[in-house]
């Protein structure tokens, strides 16, 4: 009887402690705001959310395309839509940049925007709606997002040094993720984003053949040998490097906690993935999210997933009377 009794108890204090977490607002951050347009645009989430799903029907790429190009967005200038503009030494021409899709996307969006409430909303707050219906769409959990950031008036080339590169070693990833002051939880959290979408070959075939002279297949030591002659098989030696492969073996079609687990097995992509497995200064965070520790401890992906992209939605927002609300969004007006 006492044993059911503080059964029932644990249990009922977990249930309370999760529900807190839940319900733990995400944060609205200096500047941005819920239901900014709720008078001037009512009916721009419902607008964004139709256009990514009707571009998702006829191709469900565009999910983790728009979720990839929020953040390289948000990571050159603040989110502020400048990855949009068109034209030379523009942050769009950019080396790290050059794979981006789904521009069509927002371009769309904004056209329908234009025509039910001219001159309100941002090409900024547009991105970063889609990059939420994206994870809602591939059965993730959404989110709701504080709005009313402005468009840059910005857009170089030479800015987009600091996004992080597949190579960084966890210092250098967990130092540019706090320069746009977000920590190490931040960051494992939302490279968990790699849940959805692909990489091409050339961004980790170095990791199959030459990498290592410490096994015997030149292949590097932290990939599960298994997994080896699989990603060769995608991706052979001197092919094709823009065949593209899934960052989520398995489940890349499908927002969830599968990441991690690949990780913890051995099976991340790229290097840069691989490694916050087996960097210890990570290591516990991808744990926590991977099922390896249960109970309290844990982390609840969905949840965490939702907080750190409202944070990371907030980096260096322009506000106010700041920057402008752009005509079409690959120009400055
Ligand atoms: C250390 C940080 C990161 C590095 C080094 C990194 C690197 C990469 C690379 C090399 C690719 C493959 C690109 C291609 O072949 O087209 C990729 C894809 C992707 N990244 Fe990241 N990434 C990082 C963080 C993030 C974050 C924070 C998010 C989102 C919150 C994200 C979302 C994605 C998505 C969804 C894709 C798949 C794109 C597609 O299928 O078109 N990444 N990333």
Same mark, same amino acid.
């Given at each position: 009887m006492?044993?059911?009794?503080?059964?029932?108890?644990?249990l009922?204090?977990? =249930?309370?402690?999760?529900?807190?977490i839940?319900?733990?607002p995400?944060?609205?951050a200096?500047?941005?705001?819920?239901?900014?347009?709720?008078?001037?645009?009512?009916?721009?989430?419902?607008?964004?959310?139709?256009?990514?799903?009707?571009?998702?029907?006829?191709?469900?790429?565009?999910?983790?395309?728009? =979720?990839?190009?929020?953040?390289?967005?948000?990571f050159?200038?603040?989110?502020d839509?400048?990855?949009?503009?068109?034209?030379?030494?523009?942050?769009k021409?950019?080396?790290?940049?050059?794979l981006l899709?789904g521009?069509?996307?927002?371009?769309?969006?904004?056209?329908?925007?234009?025509?039910s409430?001219?001159?309100?909303?941002?090409?900024?707050d547009?991105?970063?709606?889609?990059?939420?219906?994206?994870?809602?769409?591939?059965?993730?959990?959404?989110?709701?997002?504080? =709005?009313?950031?402005?468009?840059?008036t910005?857009?170089?080339?030479?800015?987009?040094?600091?996004?992080?590169?597949?190579?960084?070693?966890?210092?250098?990833?967990?130092?540019?993720f706090?320069d746009k002051?977000?920590?190490a939880?931040?960051?494992v959290?939302?490279?968990g984003?790699?849940?959805?979408?692909?990489?091409?070959?050339?961004?980790?075939s170095?990791?199959?053949y030459n990498?290592s002279t410490?096994?015997?297949t030149?292949?590097?030591?932290?990939?599960d040998?298994?997994?080896?002659?699989q990603?060769?098989?995608?991706?052979?030696?001197?092919?094709?490097g823009?065949?593209?492969?899934a960052?989520?073996t398995?489940?890349?079609?499908?927002?969830d906690?599968?990441?991690?687990?690949?990780?913890?097995?051995?099976?991340?992509?790229?290097?840069?993935?691989?490694?916050?497995?087996?960097?210890?200064?990570?290591?516990?965070?991808?744990?926590?999210y991977?099922?390896?520790?249960?109970?309290?401890?844990?982390?609840?992906?969905?949840?965490?997933f939702?907080?750190?992209?409202?944070?990371?939605s907030?980096?260096?927002?322009?506000?106010?009377?700041?920057?402008?609300?752009?005509?079409v969004?690959?120009?400055?007006?």
């Amino acid at each position: 009887m006492k044993t059911t009794t503080s059964s029932f108890l644990v249990l009922l204090l977990s =249930l309370i402690i999760i529900t807190l977490i839940i319900l733990t607002p995400t944060g609205e951050a200096q500047g941005t705001r819920f239901g900014f347009y709720s008078r001037t645009c009512p009916n721009v989430e419902s607008i964004v959310r139709s256009t990514v799903q009707s571009h998702f029907q006829s191709d469900p790429t565009v999910a983790p395309a728009l =979720l990839r190009m929020h953040f390289h967005d948000c990571f050159v200038q603040g989110c502020d839509a400048s990855i949009l503009i068109n034209g030379p030494n523009t942050e769009k021409s950019a080396f790290p940049n050059r794979l981006l899709r789904g521009f069509d996307v927002i371009d769309d969006a904004k056209k329908q925007l234009e025509a039910s409430c001219p001159g309100i909303v941002s090409c900024a707050d547009i991105l970063t709606l889609a990059a939420r219906d994206s994870v809602s769409l591939t059965k993730g959990v959404g989110w709701p997002v504080p =709005l009313g950031r402005r468009d840059g008036t910005v857009s170089l080339d030479s800015d987009t040094n600091n996004l992080p590169a597949f190579t960084d070693s966890i210092q250098v990833q967990v130092q540019k993720f706090a320069d746009k002051g977000l920590n190490a939880q931040d960051l494992v959290t939302l490279v968990g984003g790699h849940t959805i979408g692909t990489a091409a070959c050339q961004f980790f075939s170095n990791r199959l053949y030459n990498f290592s002279t410490t096994t015997t297949t030149g292949a590097d030591p932290t990939i599960d040998p298994t997994f080896v002659p699989q990603l060769r098989a995608l991706c052979p030696q001197n092919g094709d490097g823009s065949r593209r492969v899934a960052l989520d073996t398995g489940s890349q079609n499908t927002f969830d906690d599968s990441y991690f687990k690949n990780l913890k097995n051995g099976r991340g992509v790229l290097e840069s993935d691989q490694k916050l497995w087996t960097d210890p200064a990570t290591r516990t965070i991808v744990q926590r999210y991977s099922g390896t520790i249960r109970g309290l401890f844990g982390l609840r992906f969905s949840v965490e997933f939702a907080r750190s992209m409202v944070k990371m939605s907030n980096v260096g927002v322009k506000t106010g009377s700041q920057g402008q609300i752009r005509r079409v969004c690959t120009a400055i007006n």
